[in-house]
Nanobody
Framework: QVQLVESGGGLVQPGGSLRLSCTASGFTLDYYSIGWFRQAPGKEREGVSCISSSDGSTYYADSVKGRFTISRDNAKNTVYLQMNSLKPEDTAVYYC??????????????????????WGKGTLVTVSS
């Protein structure tokens, strides 16, 4: 079965950290740019961070720069999102997506215009004391 599965979400206090994982099954991530997106209640989906398939170039939304780090381990068919210094406004459902032939900035900024090849079902991150 071809799918992306996110894991690692949960409840964390402000200032804390979480690491999200996005693992592919049924296909290899090697040739895909991978992105992390989030959607909070009542808000539009936001491209948080994306990483290219080729040179490992990355894009980060201004809201997470310096706090979040995206990385990929093609041997494990997995992409990670390390989230540090979490804030209540980071609370959202986090989704990963995969697309071929698109750079990380275009993927993160233009997700409403480009059809992603695959989406995961999401993992909930709640930042609260």
């Amino acid at each position: 079965q071809v799918q992306l599965v996110e894991s690692g979400g949960g409840l964390v206090q402000p200032g804390g950290s979480l690491r999200l994982s996005c693992t592919a099954s049924g296909f290899t991530l090697d040739y895909y740019s991978i992105g992390w997106f989030r959607q909070a209640p009542g808000k539009e989906r936001e491209g948080v961070s994306c990483i290219s398939s080729s040179d490992g170039s990355t894009y980060y939304a201004d809201s997470v720069k310096g706090r979040f780090t995206i990385s990929r381990d093609n041997a494990k068919n997995t992409v990670y999102l390390q989230m540090n210094s979490l804030k209540p406004e980071d609370t959202a459902v986090y989704y990963c997506a995969a697309i071929k032939g698109l750079g990380p900035q275009a993927m993160c900024v233009g997700s409403y215009y480009y059809g992603m090849d695959y989406w995961g079902k999401g993992t909930l991150v709640t930042v609260s004391s």
